[in-house]
Nanobody, 120 residues
Framework: QVQLVESGGGLVQPGGSLRLSCAAS????????MGWYRQAPGKQRELVAT???????NYADSVKGRCTISRDNAKNTVYLQMNSLKPEDTAVYYC??????????????WGQGTQVTVSS
């Protein structure tokens, strides 16, 4: 079994920055894909960014140029650096990891969510 623990959320002023972290633990052989999703009140959950083992990245149009996703394989951790934050970035942010166990079985795991609020 695998569990993910998120941290780094909080309240920031418009134009400010935050760095979110998500660390995985448990039975892990590799993590082919790591990513971040977010859900604002009254809205559907949406993809923010993904990063693969080969370090290929993908970003939602709404965050391109303002966010950077990265990973540390030794720590089984994914990061999301968020700059020039806007009120519309306010949401609960969830990490998602596609994990391969030692039998090469693929499973998706979600973090508990961390609140990001952008307001003056």
């Amino acid at each position: 079994q695998v569990q993910l623990v998120e941290s780094g959320g909080g309240l920031v002023q418009p134009g400010g920055s935050l760095r979110l972290s998500c660390a995985a633990s448990g039975s892990i052989f590799s993590i082919p894909v790591m990513g971040w999703y977010r859900q604002a009140p009254g809205k559907q959950r949406e993809l923010v960014a993904t990063i693969t083992s080969a370090l290929s990245t993908n970003y939602a149009d709404s965050v391109k140029g303002r966010c950077t996703i990265s990973r540390d394989n030794a720590k089984n951790t994914v990061y999301l650096q968020m700059n020039s934050l806007k009120p519309e970035d306010t949401a609960v942010y969830y990490c998602l990891m596609t994990v391969s166990d030692y039998h090469r079985r693929l499973s998706n795991y979600w973090g508990q969510g961390t609140q990001v609020t952008v307001s003056s």
